[in-house]
């Protein structure tokens, strides 16, 4: 993918101010209000779960300028993350995929900026868990690592390393 293609992104489906706003965003996040930009980018995620990704790209895109950014996207992600983490979405895998993947990245941060929102979030996670019906074991096993990777400071120890990620001999 070349340089322009970087910075190409799906925002036809916004009206004309919304997608100069979010231009204006990706090219400079102080000339905008984020917080306004990031609300516009999570209402349309949760109504549009394809948008998602693209969402994720755009808030990632925005925050590399400098983490000032992340103040504004601490609440919507932590919004979206809980939206994934409730029972009907626990029981799609790419769902909770998705949900870990985004913890594994931005957890510790997330944590960081608003410890109280991340003990609610895992309250969620630990009780989806514990669903007595509907969750595959791979979504299980993911919620279970997640769960173990915050408890350990962020980081894999070695044994969970090998529980979750060594490969079964056939």
Same mark, same amino acid.
């Given at each position: ?17 919304? $997608?100069?706003? *979010?231009?204006?965003? *990706?090219?400079? /996040?102080?000339? @905008?209000?984020?917080? %306004?930009?990031?609300? @516009? ?8 779960? @394809?948008?998602? %990704? ?6 990632? #895109?925005?925050? !590399?300028?400098?983490?000032? /950014?992340?103040?504004? &996207? @601490?609440?919507?992600?932590?919004d979206c993350l809980c939206r994934l983490a409730q029972p009907d979405s626990l029981r799609n895998e790419e769902e909770v995929d998705c949900l870990v993947l985004q913890l594994h990245r931005v957890g510790e941060q997330l944590e960081k900026m608003?410890? !109280? ?13 514990? &669903?007595?019906?509907? *969750?595959?074991?791979?979504? $299980?096993? &993911? &919620? ?7 408890? #350990?400071?962020?980081?894999?120890? /070695? ?12």
């Amino acid at each position: 993918m070349g340089e322009a293609g970087r910075e190409e992104y799906k925002i036809q489906s916004f009206d004309a101010e919304t $997608q100069h706003l *979010l231009k204006t965003a *990706l090219k400079d /996040p102080g000339a @905008v209000d984020l917080e %306004k930009v990031a609300n @516009v980018i999570v209402d349309h995620s949760l109504q549009d779960c @394809v948008f998602s %990704k693209e969402a994720g790209r755009m808030c990632y #895109a925005i925050i !590399q300028v400098n983490n000032m /950014p992340m103040m504004a &996207l @601490v609440n919507p992600v932590y919004d979206c993350l809980c939206r994934l983490a409730q029972p009907d979405s626990l029981r799609n895998e790419e769902e909770v995929d998705c949900l870990v993947l985004q913890l594994h990245r931005v957890g510790e941060q997330l944590e960081k900026m608003n410890g !109280q929102r991340m003990d609610e979030l895992f309250v969620l996670i630990r009780d989806g868990f514990l &669903l007595p019906t509907g *969750l595959s074991s791979l979504a $299980q096993l &993911l &919620l279970l690592e997640i769960i173990e990777f915050r408890a #350990a400071g962020w980081k894999t120890t /070695p044994a969970a390393h090998k529980y979750y990620y060594s490969e079964v001999p056939d």
